[in-house]
């Protein structure tokens, strides 16, 4: 273990931002993990997993702890379904690539979402139709101040649209060290009716789809639309898509009538944000080295040399504008930090 002062964080985050981390390790065992948290010397500390879910504004004055726990395992197998454990410093990409090689089912439709398995409860993921919800039985997670492992049912995690008990009751309280996942080992229930998964497949004349299918479909709908973080700095899907009552999808509907909707429940509708942005006039608009992708309005991208502090400027514009034009708040999806 061994811990750094002033390094560039740059590389442990998606968006490339050039912050600095005071001090910064990397931990590999849970051991380890529990051993830098007993420091005494350090009173603040920041959590760092993919770094894919974040847009840093700021120098982080603070013991940064890179988790970078690995390992994936079987713990229970049965002829239909399997349980998984992942460790959260597992890249997410990989994992679903892993459950494909085995057909394992479940996880396809999250293919090349950016980060680690360690943050994806926490914001519950999600894409086409599926969330990490869907599959994951429980996770484990260390409390900071006690050191204490705790086991998380999937009810326990209290998942919410792009939401779960570790960013709200929870947050800053625990660590998720390791996930685990019920996949089916046979007759796979496949989701395809969400996006343009099922053109996709039909284009690569796929009449019984196989998970792999599936997965191969999501990457390429995926990389039509979205910036490899490798090559333009991004955190994917910048805010969230804002869900409003009837009554004001009403009113918004019959102003709009030509705006995409989708009905989440009785009470509750769905508005695209990435609709609501390019209407605005955003989509791929540039300024300086900070702006909105050419293909897809929801993402924010990096040209280069931006800072945390421009990108977060061009998000607020962006909000208000689509605040004075429809009368809809748009959140961010990403942490500011």
């Given at each position: 273990?061994?811990?750094?002062?002033?390094?560039?964080?740059?590389?442990?985050?998606?968006?490339?931002?050039?912050?600095?981390?005071?001090?910064?390790?990397?931990?590999?065992?849970?051991?380890?993990?529990?051993?830098v948290l007993s420091l005494s010397q350090f009173k603040n500390r920041f959590i760092l997993g993919g770094g894919s879910n974040m847009l840093l504004k700021n120098d982080i004055d603070a013991l940064v702890i890179h988790i970078d726990l690995k390992g994936i395992s079987v713990l229970?197998?049965?002829?239909?379904?399997?349980?998984?454990?992942?460790?959260?410093?597992?890249?997410?990409?990989?994992?679903v690539l892993f459950c494909i090689e085995h057909n394992y089912g479940g996880l396809e439709n999250l293919s090349l979402i950016p980060g680690n398995v360690g943050t994806a409860p926490i914001q519950n993921i999600g894409a086409y139709g599926v969330e990490i919800k869907d599959a994951l039985i429980s996770c484990e997670a260390l409390n900071i101040e006690t050191g204490k492992i705790?086991?998380?049912?999937?009810?326990?995690?209290?998942?919410?649209?792009r939401n779960s008990i570790f960013k709200t009751e929870l947050k800053g309280k625990y660590i998720i060290t390791s996930v685990t996942f019920q996949l089916s080992k046979k007759l796979h229930k496949l989701h395809t009716s969400y996006g343009a998964i099922e053109n996709e497949l039909v284009k690569r004349n796929f009449?019984?789809?196989?998970?792999?299918?599936?997965?191969d479909a999501?990457?390429?709908?995926?990389?039509?639309?979205?910036?490899?973080p490798?090559?333009?700095?991004?955190?994917?899907?910048?805010?969230?898509?804002?869900?409003?009552?009837?009554?004001?999808?009403?009113?918004?509907?019959?102003?709009?009538?030509?705006?995409?909707?989708?009905?989440?429940?009785?009470?509750?509708?769905?508005?695209?944000?990435?609709?609501?942005?390019?209407?605005?006039?955003?989509?791929?608009?540039?300024?300086?080295?900070?702006?909105v992708h050419k293909k897809q309005a929801l993402v924010l991208v990096n040209y280069g040399n931006a800072s945390g502090t421009e990108i977060w400027n061009l998000a607020l514009q962006i909000q208000k504008k689509v605040k004075d034009l429809y009368d809809i708040t748009i959140e961010a999806e990403v942490n500011v930090i």
């Amino acid at each position: 273990m061994n811990i750094i002062e002033n390094i560039s964080l740059k590389p442990y985050n998606t968006f490339g931002i050039d912050a600095t981390a005071r001090h910064f390790v990397s931990v590999t065992t849970v051991n380890e993990l529990k051993e830098v948290l007993s420091l005494s010397q350090f009173k603040n500390r920041f959590i760092l997993g993919g770094g894919s879910n974040m847009l840093l504004k700021n120098d982080i004055d603070a013991l940064v702890i890179h988790i970078d726990l690995k390992g994936i395992s079987v713990l229970e197998k049965t002829k239909s379904h399997v349980h998984l454990r992942c460790m959260a410093g597992e890249n997410w990409h990989e994992l679903v690539l892993f459950c494909i090689e085995h057909n394992y089912g479940g996880l396809e439709n999250l293919s090349l979402i950016p980060g680690n398995v360690g943050t994806a409860p926490i914001q519950n993921i999600g894409a086409y139709g599926v969330e990490i919800k869907d599959a994951l039985i429980s996770c484990e997670a260390l409390n900071i101040e006690t050191g204490k492992i705790k086991t998380f049912t999937n009810v326990e995690c209290n998942f919410r649209y792009r939401n779960s008990i570790f960013k709200t009751e929870l947050k800053g309280k625990y660590i998720i060290t390791s996930v685990t996942f019920q996949l089916s080992k046979k007759l796979h229930k496949l989701h395809t009716s969400y996006g343009a998964i099922e053109n996709e497949l039909v284009k690569r004349n796929f009449k019984n789809p196989t998970i792999k299918n599936v997965s191969d479909a999501v990457i390429a709908i995926r990389q039509s639309k979205l910036p490899d973080p490798k090559v333009l700095g991004n955190s994917g899907s910048f805010f969230k898509n804002p869900i409003i009552s009837v009554s004001k999808f009403n009113q918004f509907s019959t102003k709009f009538p030509e705006a995409p909707s989708y009905k989440v429940s009785e009470t509750e509708y769905k508005i695209p944000a990435g609709w609501l942005i390019e209407q605005a006039g955003f989509k791929g608009k540039r300024f300086g080295d900070a702006g909105v992708h050419k293909k897809q309005a929801l993402v924010l991208v990096n040209y280069g040399n931006a800072s945390g502090t421009e990108i977060w400027n061009l998000a607020l514009q962006i909000q208000k504008k689509v605040k004075d034009l429809y009368d809809i708040t748009i959140e961010a999806e990403v942490n500011v930090i």
